[in-house]
């Protein structure tokens, strides 16, 4: 095969084929940085909303020197302070455990202001029942709206890790990222678990608890992967249930009650609330970082 110049272009063009000819394709490190984005967000929201502080104080070099997160605050919280401060700290283990193991990036501008997830929530209000919320939802007000706003963020980390798995060829990789998917569905279960208890509890004008939660998936839903389901409400029909006989559902899954998957791109058009991994908005107004962020911004 004469014109071939190399083994390495050999090499290369093989790839290339085994990859489905697909020219853009990202090396495990990629997906990993990807994550980092939303371990830095989880990590900012969890310690500034229990403790009043964040990355800067418990751990600054992990920033590296990137920008202070825009509307952070402490949150009125009193039974779940501890289980929030815990979450922050695993957030802060799971910086340290990808920087480890990838070069990483400073922290991306984050939005984590009242009235970003003010304006996320009445997208999804706007798009169930044509309204936006009258009061307006504000994450910081009490135990129960943080919870609500915290049940927005862990769950689109944990489908991401899902979505990566099929994608990791090296094996400290791939146990890294089923570590990290380990305590992020941990995190998950927990936040719906506890939001179970208020199931019926009136929020927001004709909104419960569950409405809430309902809402924010079919928003994701939308957002990400509209027509297609990847997300689920604390309460479904039965058949939407395991194995289609209950309406619980404090753990969401698949018919075989497996955990959903979403790509990068879908990972990205969520979290920037546009519906477009190539428009930045919401929690990265501008951009997240790492090489797979910054295809989707060129394309």
């Known amino acids: 095969m004469a014109f071939f110049t190399s083994s390495a272009a050999l090499t290369a063009f093989f790839l290339f084929l085994l990859r489905g000819g697909n020219s853009q394709k990202f090396v495990d490190s990629d997906y990993v940085e990807l994550a980092l984005n ?23 070099g992990l920033s590296m020197g ?77 135990d129960i709206n943080f919870l609500i706003a915290s049940y927005a963020i862990p769950y689109v980390g944990l489908t991401g890790y899902v979505g990566a798995a099929s994608n990791l060829r090296d094996a400290a990789f791939k146990k890294l990222v089923a570590g990290l998917l380990g305590v992020e569905s941990g995190q998950d279960a927990v936040i719906r678990t506890l939001l179970n208890q208020f199931a019926y509890m009136p929020v927001s004008g004709q909104y419960t608890v569950a409405n809430f939660t309902t809402m924010i998936s079919a928003q994701r839903d939308r957002l990400g992967n509209p027509g297609e389901t990847k997300d689920e409400g604390i309460i479904v029909n039965p058949e939407m249930g395991a194995e289609g006989k209950v309406s619980g559902n404090v753990l969401a899954g698949n018919t075989e009650s497996l955990a959903y998957d979403r790509s990068p791109e879908q990972i990205l058009s969520i979290v920037y609330a546009t519906g477009q991994a190539n428009e930045p908005g919401g929690f990265f107004p501008n951009g997240a970082g790492g090489n797979i962020a910054k295809y989707y911004r060129n394309k």
Do not use: C, W
């Open 38 to 60: 939303l371990e830095y967000l989880e990590t900012e929201f969890f310690l500034y909303g229990a403790l009043g502080y964040g990355l800067d104080i418990v751990a600054p």
């Open 66 to 142: 990137g920008p202070k997160p825009y509307g952070a605050q402490k949150a009125n919280l009193f039974f779940v302070n501890d289980i929030i401060t815990e979450f922050g700290y695993q957030e802060v283990g799971h910086l340290r455990a990808i920087k480890s193991r990838v070069k990483g990036f400073p922290r991306p501008l984050l939005n984590i202001s009242a009235s970003n997830f003010a304006d996320f929530m009445d997208a999804a209000s706007i798009a169930a029942s044509g309204q936006p919320l009258n009061p307006r939802f504000d994450p910081y007000a009490n």
